[in-house]
């Protein structure tokens, strides 16, 4: 793996940002470094920030600013838009060694919070190492180990190894995902996607998929596995939501900020990742579940032990039986 600074890091990601205003003008050195130094500092001032809000708005608008700044002084003409250098995603947690390249370079870079995925570009996973990334108007994707992406085109990417989560968060996050065996797509839901010993398996938690076959296509409904082999029938069977198949999506999923967070909204958040519903075995213990001002971080921690952690702090105990989370008061001793 090659290594880099981070200052070639920070070099790297201008470079992607300027790529994106097309041809131009070369400008006098003095200006162009003058004006790289600026759009450094911008930068680092946004990582800084990001790395502890994860949020993409600022690290866009940042970019945006520095590149129109070189367009609007340099840029005396410009070809047809390409997309190319577009800012497409930003990484929201990761583990392990993740590594992105530009199309057509052979070189592959390290990864990180600090630096935004571009169109055109693409990212891999290890065999130990996934990631979970915020796009940008689009959905939330997760990557599992030994899985290989690409971002073809705003709203599509192309599957080429492995396998991706999706959680569409609204039903207006659309994204394509091509594969050698069709298209996947989906009606507001959360899935996966995986290439795997010669076939194409969609697993749907909520929501519905439709898969574009090559033989035709298919609707995959909540609660369903379907497998699509190279060769033969493709073949369904039931998923639960909470089924051992989810768990490694479960195991990347960004903590959220608990800071002033309510319990009850921590755990809905619980249910939504680990797949299962929440209920209350009272009126009571759903009253403290509201009333419950949460503090502190579960940064680092997934939902599972996330939700184990928080309920250790709280009067409530709970139990995982029959998919949901089941809430009760703890027996006063």
Sequence with gaps: ????????LDDLAIERILRAAGPRVPPPAEAMEEVRAAVRAEWRDV???????????????????????????????TGPESGAGRLVASVANETGAVEWRASGEAAWHTLDAAHPVSLHEELRTTASSRVALDVEGGPALR?????????????RITLRRGAVYVDSRDVGDSLVIDTPFGEVTHLGTRYQA??????????VRDGTVKVDAHAGEELVGAGELLTLPERGIPTRRPLAAHAPEWDWAVSIAPAPGIEGMSLAAFLDWAGHETGRRVEFASPEAERSAREVILHGSIEG????????????TTTLRHELADGGILLSEAAAR
């Design 301 to 312: 921690l997934a939902p599972r032990a996330a939700l184990t952690a928080i309920l250790s």
């Design 143 to 155: 990557l599992d180990e030994h899985t290989s992406i690409a971002f073809t085109a705003p709203g």
């Design 1 to 8: 793996m090659k290594d880099v600074t981070q200052a070639g």
């Design 194 to 203: 995986r290439l795997e010993a010669g076939a194409l398996r969609v697993a």
């Design 47 to 77: 990582v800084d920030s990001r790395r502890r809000t994860r949020r993409f708005v600022s690290l866009a608008a940042a970019a945006g600013l520095a590149a129109a700044a070189l367009t609007t002084v340099w840029i005396t003409a």
